[in-house]
């Protein structure tokens, strides 16, 4: 038997989620017909989501996502950061090298967890809350692979620190996160055969521990 629903939570949800795909904004008229709902109901619904900040109207009385949206993403980072960090810990002594979980913001990649390893002389110190263009860097470019029938991983040299190379991999099956696991090095090249199945695999293990 299925599990009972609230249709008006759902209904709510669904005006979020129609909202995050319309970047130009919606009327009520325009957002009802999408949820295929009368324009009372869709007018309550945006009347109680303005309430808490997460539907906003412009000018024009066109409807976007509200701020209130960013303080729930914001309470998601720690969880993404405690789910990743055992994978990025391993991978990183593993390799011997810096380890990162990267995720989108707008069009920058925002490094949300590092680790490094604990027993090399030197490794490339990459802090928590440094951000790129996408268009940059290893952790970047492979949030843009997204065709599953494409590469599987992203490799740079230079790109963003002279003398730094890094291989990176897209945390894919996730719905609604756009993410890389990755790892950067100063040691030379990196050996693609050897690195590039363990960044594919720890990407893969954390996509599974967010599901």
């Known amino acids: 038997m299925a599990a009972e629903t609230s249709q008006t939570l759902d209904r709510g949800l669904r005006v979020l989620r129609v909202l995050s795909e319309c970047t130009e904004g919606l009327t009520v008229t325009e957002l009802a017909a999408k949820l295929a709902v009368n324009r009372t109901v869709a007018y309550r619904l945006v009347s109680t989501l303005e309430q808490h900040a997460l539907v906003r109207r412009d000018a024009r009385g066109r409807l976007f996502?509200?701020?209130?949206?960013?303080?729930?993403?914001?309470?998601?980072?720690?969880?993404?950061?405690?789910?990743?960090?055992?994978?990025?810990?391993?991978?990183?002594?593993?390799?011997?090298?810096?380890?990162?979980?990267?995720?989108?913001?707008?069009?920058?990649?925002?490094?949300l967890a590092v680790v490094e390893p604990t027993w090399t002389d030197f490794h490339v110190s990459y802090r928590v809350g440094s951000r790129h263009p996408l268009t940059q860097g290893a952790a970047g470019k492979a949030i843009t692979l997204t065709d599953p029938a494409g590469p599987a991983f992203a490799v740079t040299s230079g790109e963003l620190q002279s003398g730094a190379h890094g291989l990176a991999a897209p945390v894919r099956g996730v719905e609604g996160l756009a993410a890389s696991v990755g790892v950067v090095t100063l040691d030379g090249a990196i050996d693609e055969s050897v690195v590039a199945p363990r960044v594919i695999a720890a990407a893969q293990q954390i996509a599974e521990r967010l599901r």
């Open 65 to 111: 996502l509200g701020l209130g949206i960013l303080h729930l993403a914001s309470a998601v980072q720690p969880v993404l950061r405690d789910l990743a960090v055992p994978v990025l810990r391993s991978l990183a002594e593993a390799i011997g090298s810096t380890a990162h979980l990267t995720v989108a913001d707008g069009d920058e990649a925002l490094a």
